[in-house]
Structures are given as structure tokens and as C-alpha cells.
């Protein structure tokens, strides 16, 4: 199982200095800013997932472990067998869990086997991390955020991420060094202040929720690739609104629309990919202070795009 020791450790420190005046505790383990405003600094200018037959059940090989309910500083980890330490909430076992309540000072950790998938269910559930990503998955074969029908869900970071972050770290609310699923029939919000707002090492795909998210730098960041299936996808970036940044691995670095409402607003480019971009159906409206689409090769069915 993979360990990010710097980081956490840097992480916990700065939730330390945040929670010294409060006690947080979680019951049967132990203790434990609004709109995007320009920080002082300068914005910087995939494996193939199984099939899921529903977009609001778990994967096929992911069980129901339970609930976990946020309560201001404290967490109800229930039977679920997660811990919650100084604002982190880590989850080392696979399968399938139930997020609600609100949190302004938390994170969450998934750090399970290599072979393993979870599933985070937003049931309802409002959280900000004011010092790194709100949703971080370390180490797992796919990580799939669900947006539970009928609910809705904010995800949000803050500007004090540590230092580490900047160089080769976590720096996107939502981070994922594996294959990353957003999904279901609910809403979810994304709020990055410090830099991206959904960033993946490897694949992230997109189907059905109602996504909207705002961003300081690049809004939905795959570095093996970004495919949109289908959803109503709305995005507001300082520099790239959809892109995949893998350039030298073959048959990745590609982004691809196949579906969905999408309207994307951004600083830079709409739709950037670093080998081929394929739009082949859907409706985006787009906004974009570079190019609306940009990439070596692109495939872009026409009346597709308007801006």
C-alpha cells in the first residue's frame, strides 16, 4: 500500500495549528472560503474502467461498508472501520461508502491496495479543506464519487496547501494519482481555490451528474485522458477548462466528448489535448480566452460546438 508521509504529515501539522482551539473527536476512533478570489499567486500558463451497469450502484467488485456523517469538527465513522485524526478522514478498506453532513475543516484519504476500488456516495454532504484536497485518493485501482439521486454536494478546498504541493503534490480539491469515475444522478459542486479542480494521474470519466465547478487553474485535469460520456457539465477555469497533459505514452493524452450538456468557460483553452480530441456528440457552449479547442489532432463532429 502506498504512503504519502511528507504530505500528510505536513497536512496533519497545518490541521494541528487549525484545531487547536476546538476538540474533535469521532465516535469510536479517536479525535479528531465561499466564492473563488484570486490568492496571490500566478495561475501556471486512461486504463479502461469494467463495466458498471448503473451509474448509482458500486462497482462490480465494491461491497457496502456503511455511513460516515460529517458534524462540524467531529466524525461519525459508524462500523465503517475509518479513522479521523486531525481533520483527515482515511479509508483503508474497499467498498462502498455513504458521505453526509458538513465540515469546514476536513479531508478525506483513500488508501487502500492497489487491486482495490472505492466508492464515496455523496448523500448530501458539504465539505471544505482549508489546507489540501478535499477528496485524496493515494492509492487504489479506481475511485468512483457518486452523486446520490436527488441530493446535493460541495466539495471545497482552500488556498494553504503545503509547500510539497506546488512542486510534485496533491493540488487539486478533488486529486487522484488513479483511474477516477465522477457520477450518478445527483448535483455536485467543486470549489478550487488553490489551483485544479478535479485533477487524475491517470483516466477520469465523467457520466450523468450535474457537475458544476469553478477553478483557479485548470478545471478537470486527466493526465492519461478526460472522456465525458454524458451529464450537464459546467465549468468556470482561470487557465484550461478540459484537458489531458500525456504526451509520451502511446494511445493516451487524448480528451474525448461523447456526450452531455457541457458549457465551459475559460482563461485559456476549452478543450485541450496532448494528442487527440474527439467530440462526437452532446451540446457545448464555450467560452474561451485561447482556443476553443486545441490539440494535434482533433475529430470534431460539426454543430457541436458553439462560441
Known amino acids: 500500500m502506498k504512503k504519502s508521509i511528507s504530505f500528510f504529515t505536513l497536512l496533519c501539522l497545518l490541521f494541528a495549528v487549525i484545531l487547536t482551539v476546538s476538540s474533535c473527536a469521532s465516535k469510536g476512533t479517536t479525535n479528531d472560503k465561499a466564492t473563488p478570489s484570486s490568492p496571490n499567486q500566478s495561475a501556471p500558463k486512461e486504463s479502461t474502467e469494467e463495466s458498471v451497469p448503473d451509474q448509482n450502484t458500486a462497482p462490480d467488485n465494491t461491497t457496502p461498508v456503511g455511513a460516515i456523517t460529517?458534524?462540524?469538527?467531529?466524525?461519525?465513522?459508524?462500523?465503517?472501520?475509518?479513522?479521523?485524526?486531525?481533520?483527515?478522514?482515511t479509508?483503508?478498506?474497499?467498498?462502498?461508502?455513504?458521505?453526509?453532513?458538513?465540515?469546514?475543516?476536513?479531508?478525506i484519504v483513500v488508501n487502500v491496495d492497489k487491486s482495490e476500488q472505492v466508492e464515496l456516495i455523496l448523500a448530501g454532504v458539504e465539505l471544505t479543506n482549508p489546507v489540501g484536497p478535499v477528496v485524496f485518493c493515494d492509492s487504489a485501482d479506481k475511485l468512483f464519487l457518486t452523486a446520490k439521486e436527488g441530493?446535493?454536494?460541495?466539495?471545497?478546498?482552500?488556498?494553504?496547501?503545503?509547500?510539497?504541493?506546488?512542486?510534485?503534490?496533491?493540488?487539486?480539491?478533488?486529486?487522484?494519482?488513479?483511474?477516477l469515475t465522477i457520477r450518478g444522478s445527483?448535483?455536485?459542486?467543486?470549489?478550487?481555490?488553490?489551483?485544479?479542480?478535479?485533477?487524475?494521474?491517470?483516466?477520469?470519466?465523467?457520466?450523468?451528474?450535474?457537475?458544476?465547478?469553478?477553478?483557479?487553474?485548470?478545471?478537470?485535469?486527466?493526465?492519461?485522458?478526460?472522456?465525458?460520456?454524458?451529464?450537464?457539465?459546467?465549468?468556470?477555469?482561470?487557465?484550461?477548462?478540459?484537458?489531458?497533459?500525456?504526451?509520451?505514452e502511446e494511445g493516451k493524452g487524448y480528451v474525448t466528448v461523447e456526450g452531455g450538456e457541457l458549457t465551459?468557460?475559460?482563461?485559456?483553452?476549452?478543450?485541450?489535448?496532448?494528442?487527440?480530441?474527439?467530440v462526437s456528440g452532446g451540446k457545448i457552449t464555450a467560452s474561451a480566452g485561447g482556443k476553443l479547442t486545441n490539440a494535434p489532432t482533433e475529430n470534431v463532429a460539426e454543430g457541436i460546438i458553439n462560441g
Not at 91 to 107: M, R, V
Not at 158 to 172: E, Q
Open 70 to 89: 460529517f458534524n462540524g469538527g467531529s466524525v461519525d465513522v459508524g462500523s465503517t472501520g475509518a479513522t479521523f485524526e486531525n481533520g483527515i478522514l
Open 151 to 179: 441530493t446535493t454536494n460541495h466539495l471545497k478546498d482552500g488556498v494553504d496547501y503545503p509547500a510539497s504541493a506546488a512542486v510534485d503534490g496533491p493540488n487539486a480539491a478533488i486529486y487522484s494519482d488513479d483511474d
Open 186 to 248: 445527483g448535483s455536485l459542486k467543486v470549489t478550487a481555490l488553490y489551483n485544479n479542480g478535479i485533477s487524475s494521474k491517470n483516466d477520469i470519466k465523467i457520466k450523468e451528474v450535474t457537475l458544476t465547478l469553478e477553478a483557479y487553474n485548470t478545471g478537470i485535469r486527466g493526465k492519461e485522458s478526460v472522456t465525458v460520456s454524458s451529464g450537464k457539465i459546467t465549468v468556470k477555469a482561470g487557465n484550461d477548462a478540459i484537458k489531458a497533459s500525456e504526451e509520451v
Open 91 to 107: 479509508i483503508t478498506k474497499a467498498g462502498s461508502y455513504e458521505l453526509t453532513g458538513k465540515s469546514d475543516t476536513c479531508g
Open 264 to 278: 465551459l468557460t475559460a482563461g485559456d483553452d476549452c478543450l485541450q489535448a496532448a494528442t487527440v480530441l474527439t
